[in-house]
């Protein structure tokens, strides 16, 4: 039994938004308009064995496939609501499969606050392949952007920077670290933690925002090239991980060691600019928001990215990667 | 030149809402709250060698993408403005190809009145994916559900019948016809026209609505589950294009090859009711739309659907089906 219909009924329909979602039984969802509010939209797609491993258990596919569209819903200081999904079912997806994934769907739901709106479900011969359209809200144009850096701002980056890398590393098997570590990096590679609950600081602090899914160096990038700044980063101040501190120690040129963390993407972190007289009340909402966020570069007039390590510039060849 | 960050701003900026798509620059669309509307969405995929043939031309791929979606809206009585899209490259998708792609796309928004708001490009190994979110709008509790057949309804039909069916068979070169005929169920295999000009008059008329995707039949069998109530049709009845007419003439058992129409899906055309007392308003403003629509049933107290072919009852075993 894994025909759509049956998919869609007996799987899917738990866990649709019990009026918007129409018992996903109307080809659409119908969403009533909020005054004072912009909608906002996002669309990411997971192809199996390009953003995620043939391996990886299909309620961590489903979560990542979540929290990556809500990763970019937080960075824009939106507050999700609900999401669309497409599924297209490779072959190894039978029944006990689907319901491996629509439990790791149930379980961000309640974690996020999201609830399944619509969507549509198919086989395919190739690889398995989702995309997911989130939604969410901010009060009318407080939406952050990430074109509103200016010179004398501040940059700072949420959690730990490298984790993506990394797990991508260990979940292949090809990183030497202690068990604890792996698991970690492993964990963090198929379930990513979207900073969700930043999403108000970000709106009411920063000046431009983007989640960390390219790469740090190249996020920042996009930054500097939409609000005509340049932005000098300090390579040194990359935080890391228990793990990524770890694999640190053992690498012998650290420069380029930590060039590999802060260009490797997939690390879900949040990046943001703010203003100077706005540091200590940012540090305030984030210790009281339990989420660490480190100060690592500054706006100033100009274009580009310049990253210095120990204060002597360093050059960048790649500064971050897609999967595309 | 076939990165996916190229393929973003040379191919899909130029197609981009200029507010709301922020130049595709930002992860995210905004799309301002419009009070006394609803926003209606829907979600459809399309795989490579499952809804669409390797073979096909990638502009016609564009379109058929969004007409499905579109086919939808037009059902619910939504007005469509806009749309997100995910697309998944097979290795066959040079940038030659995605030109192609992004040209049904330009003529299709131009036709339709919609515009890119967003989305997600990526490589895939596997074959061509492609999935939108397709969005539109209704004025506040005005869309027009599956839910509201009533005994006494009439129930009718947009177009033609059965070329979904007839236009695979041809593409397939499983179809024995006059050149004329099977390019037209080609064109129409490939590049559906959807009902949009018809979105007002079922929000005004329709008391339940679906657009013929799994087979009228099927379709229409949705009705009367959601709705609660019998619908019995008269197969003799169903509307039939010039290619339709010529495969049918050419068939011994004209019972089967008509119950083979009606249950072959991708027509993409209306199935509705319409109050006994609307009929005469219904004929006025189909003809003023240039919309053949045709009266093929009635609704009755009971549950399920009836297929009658001449006055005598038909048995059904596969009311439609689905690609699975």
Same mark, same amino acid.
Request: aromatic letters at 6%; charged letters at 25%; a negative charge.
């Given at each position: 039994?894994?025909?759509?219909?049956?998919?869609?009924?007996?799987?899917?329909?738990?866990?649709?938004?019990?009026?918007?979602?129409?018992?996903?039984?109307?080809?659409?969802?119908?969403?009533?308009?909020?005054?004072?509010?912009?909608?906002?939209?996002?669309?990411?797609?997971?192809?199996?064995?390009?953003?995620?491993?043939?391996?990886?258990?299909?309620?961590?596919?489903?979560?990542?496939?979540?929290?990556?569209?809500?990763?970019?819903?937080?960075?824009?200081?939106?507050?999700?609501?609900?999401?669309?999904?497409?599924?297209?079912?490779?072959?190894?997806?039978?029944?006990?499969?689907?319901?491996?994934?629509?439990?790791?769907?149930?379980?961000?739901?309640?974690?996020?606050?999201?609830?399944?709106?619509?969507?549509?479900?198919?086989?395919?011969?190739?690889?398995?392949?989702?995309?997911?359209?989130?939604?969410?809200?901010?009060?009318?144009?407080?939406?952050?952007?990430?074109?509103?850096?200016?010179?004398?701002?501040?940059?700072?980056?949420?959690?730990?920077?490298?984790?993506?890398?990394?797990?991508?590393?260990?979940?292949?098997?090809?990183?030497?670290?202690?068990?604890?570590?792996?698991?970690?990096?492993?964990?963090?590679?198929?379930?990513?933690?979207?900073?969700?609950?930043? #999403?108000?600081?970000?709106?009411?602090?920063? %000046? +431009?925002?983007?989640? &960390? *899914?390219? @790469?740090?160096?190249?996020?920042?990038? =996009?930054?500097?090239?939409?609000?005509?700044?340049?932005?000098?980063?300090?390579?040194?101040?990359?935080?890391?991980?228990?793990?990524?501190?770890?694999?640190?120690?053992?690498?012998?040129?650290?420069?380029?060691?930590?060039?590999?963390?802060?260009?490797?993407?997939?690390?879900?972190?949040?990046?943001?600019?703010?203003?100077?007289?706005?540091?200590?009340?940012?540090?305030?909402? #984030?210790?009281?928001?339990?989420?660490?966020? %480190? +100060?690592?570069?500054? &706006? *100033?007039? @100009?274009?580009?990215?310049?990253?210095? =390590?120990?204060?002597?510039?360093?050059?960048?060849?790649?500064?971050?990667?897609?999967?595309?």
């Amino acid at each position: 039994m894994t025909g759509e219909f049956e998919t869609i009924r007996e799987l899917f329909a738990p866990l649709a938004h019990p009026e918007w979602g129409r018992g996903l039984l109307d080809d659409v969802a119908v969403v009533p308009s909020r005054p004072g509010y912009d909608l906002i939209l996002t669309k990411d797609a997971l192809v199996e064995g390009v953003h995620f491993l043939p391996d990886d258990p299909l309620d961590t596919v489903a979560q990542k496939l979540l929290r990556v569209n809500l990763s970019d819903l937080a960075a824009k200081g939106a507050e999700p609501f609900g999401y669309l999904l497409a599924s297209g079912w490779s072959p190894r997806c039978g029944w006990a499969e689907r319901e491996e994934f629509v439990l790791g769907l149930a379980r961000d739901q309640a974690t996020y606050g999201v609830m399944l709106l619509g969507g549509d479900t198919v086989a395919t011969p190739g690889p398995a392949t989702f995309s997911v359209t989130m939604m969410g809200w901010t009060p009318r144009d407080a939406v952050v952007g990430r074109n509103g850096a200016r010179a004398g701002d501040m940059v700072f980056v949420t959690g730990h920077v490298g984790d993506g890398r990394l797990g991508l590393m260990a979940a292949q098997g090809r990183l030497n670290l202690e068990p604890e570590r792996l698991d970690a990096l492993i964990e963090h590679y198929r379930r990513p933690t979207p900073q969700s609950a930043f #999403a108000p600081v970000i709106r009411e602090l920063a %000046t +431009a925002s983007v989640d &960390v *899914s390219d @790469g740090l160096i190249a996020d920042i990038g =996009h930054i500097a090239t939409a609000s005509g700044v340049r932005i000098d980063l300090d390579l040194e101040q990359t935080p890391t991980s228990l793990a990524g501190r770890a694999w640190l120690d053992k690498r012998t040129d650290v420069q380029d060691a930590l060039l590999q963390l802060a260009t490797g993407g997939d690390d879900y972190e949040l990046a943001f600019t703010v203003r100077p007289e706005d540091e200590a009340r940012l540090r305030r909402l #984030a210790e009281q928001a339990l989420v660490r966020v %480190t +100060a690592l570069g500054q &706006v *100033s007039e @100009g274009s580009g990215v310049t990253v210095r =390590h120990l204060g002597v510039p360093v050059s960048v060849q790649t500064p971050g990667w897609t999967h595309g």
